[in-house]
């Protein structure tokens, strides 16, 4: 019999707030190999398609045929309803089951009991509207706070997190790729990218 193919899918943004080190982390914890990890980093789960993504593309690619999907929470996949709904509609009909490592939660595409896949269907609902009503509700906050604070005089634009400059120096000195350094100083790789595009 063959194994059950099991993979993680993690995605950061600039403002997630999270790191790829804590997705690695959380694959690694729910025994999911280094090879079947797939990131993507620097992407909005918002403004970005899932199929849009070059680490989410492959993840579909390989669960073509079924197996189990292993993500943080739902919003991994997409904040847009519309989006995330279509996701998971795929998912199910290729048979995956989607796991939930934040509260346990499962999304069964091989359930085949019509009162269990009405629930299933329900909570997904349910879910994807919440996370794209958590998303717009966060960002019309963001957008009222910048607007007070220029109408005050407080607001000087988003600060960096790192020193630019160091990162691109410590780069050039050691001949080191962009993977190397982003290690070396603790960052995602697209930070070490802006940093380096920094004239």
């Known amino acids: 019999m063959t194994k059950e193919r099991k993979l993680y899918y993690g ?3 600039t403002t997630d707030g999270q790191s790829i080190a804590s997705q690695v982390e959380d694959a690694k914890a729910h025994c999911v190999s280094e090879k079947d990890t ?10 970005v398609a899932p ?3 070059p680490q989410w593309a492959k993840v579909e690619h390989d669960l073509r045929h079924g197996g189990v999907l292993v ?3 739902l919003d991994r996949i997409s904040r847009r309803y519309d989006e995330l709904h279509a996701t998971m509609r795929r998912l199910m009909d290729m048979g995956v089951r989607v796991e939930c490592t934040l ?34 509700n966060r960002r019309e906050m963001q957008t009222r706070g910048i607007a007070i604070a220029k109408a005050e005089g ?6 960096r997190t790192h020193d630019y400059e160091a990162i691109k120096a ?8 962009i993977s190397r350094t982003a290690e070396h100083f603790g960052v995602g790789t697209a930070t070490v990218k802006r940093a380096c595009a920094v004239g």
Do not use: C
């Open 11 to 13: 995605r950061i943004s």
């Open 170 to 177: 410590w780069r050039a000195e050691h001949g080191a790729s």
């Open 103 to 136: 509260n346990g939660m499962a999304f069964d595409g091989s359930e085949a009991d019509p009162i269990q896949k009405a629930m299933r269907d329900a909570v997904l609902a349910f879910m994807a509207a919440q996370g794209e009503s958590d998303y717009r």
């Open 51 to 53: 199929l849009d993504r």
């Open 71 to 73: 993500v943080r929470w």
């Open 154 to 159: 407080k607001y000087t634009g988003r600060q």
């Open 38 to 47: 797939f990131i993507d980093e620097g992407v909005s789960g918002y403004h």
